[in-house]
């Protein structure tokens, strides 16, 4: 290849970098300009007392902490449906399909991958009203049912990071486990999920970072305004995306305005820190497995 041609391709690849981090860096900049000013225990709290409203002994009408609690409820719950399907989906893709298997499969992923939110959450609604008029009348939309069609629709991501980590492990490696002796269920455990830990945890926080913001799937499926704390798994909840879309939606003062862009601040805070959480994970598994 001409020096020329590898110089423009350098560039270019240099310039989209540059781009995507001014993109980002301006959009976190705005948010933290307009929302910082926002931050103080009345956003969390409104007029509740501090003490009793994180114990859950008094209510939160004017506050967004029922929300932070019900997102990181509906995150860590739709996480933990999808994992562990997700997970096993990806090694069968990667390990054991084969022909036409592998290839519908593939496409069946492909197509959950492509289905827009908003059907999902159509979907879950569906769902609830076969349930009220067949097998259980006193079925409605809740927590539960939200975490479901959010773990549904999650589940390619991690489909996808485990087949392609697991893909990605050169075959003298995967058949270090057999050439010793070890069944298949042992060389993935010691051999084939240590290689692949870093790549199928980039899935999950991909998949986290998405559970977290997604609003038209909890829209139908379980999250009511001022409803409070989660009290239970068939309970309805509150969130942080549906109450930023409510306050932009409905905002009648500069006040409530300024509220949503705090809340917005509070949304990218949270993701952060679980992404956070996700690598020190990622960095304790690699060092015990390592």
């Not at 489909?159 to 993935?188: D, H, Y």
């Not at 970072?209 to 409070?228: H, Q």
């Amino acid at each position: 290849m001409p020096r020329s041609k590898e110089r423009i391709i350098i560039i270019y690849a240099w310039g989209c970098a540059l781009a995507t981090l001014v993109v980002i860096a301006s959009l976190c900049a705005f948010l933290l300009v307009q929302g910082s000013s926002a931050l103080s225990p009345s956003l969390f709290f409104g007029e509740a007392p501090v003490w009793p409203a994180l114990m859950g002994n008094v209510p939160v009408w004017e506050g967004i902490w029922p929300a932070c609690v019900g997102t990181l409820t509906l995150v860590f719950l739709a996480t933990g449906i999808s994992l562990p399907l997700g997970l096993g989906c990806g090694l069968y893709l990667a390990l054991m399909a084969t022909g036409r298997t592998k290839d519908v499969c593939s496409i069946l992923i492909n197509q959950l991958a492509s289905i827009p939110s908003i059907i999902m959450g159509l979907f879950g609604f569906a769902l609830i009203l076969f349930l009220r008029k067949t097998f259980f009348p006193q079925a409605n939309t809740c927590l539960l049912l939200a975490a479901s069609c959010m773990a549904v629709l999650i589940l390619p991501y991690i489909v996808r990071s485990t087949q392609n980590a697991v893909q990605a492990i050169p075959l003298s490696q995967r058949l270090i486990g057999p050439s010793l002796g070890l069944t298949l269920g042992q060389n993935i455990v010691h051999i084939i999920l240590p290689q692949a830990g870093k790549g199928i945890l980039g899935g999950v926080i991909l998949a986290v970072g998405r559970a977290a913001e997604d609003t038209a799937v909890i829209l139908l499926t379980g999250v009511v305004a001022n409803s409070g704390l989660p009290q239970g798994l068939l309970g309805s909840f509150e969130a942080l995306p549906f109450t930023i879309y409510f306050l932009a939606a409905e905002f009648r003062t500069p006040q409530d305005l300024l509220v949503g862009f705090g809340t917005c601040l509070v949304l990218l805070l949270l993701t952060s820190s679980l992404f956070a959480l996700a690598h020190l994970i990622q960095r304790g598994l690699h060092r015990q497995w390592s």
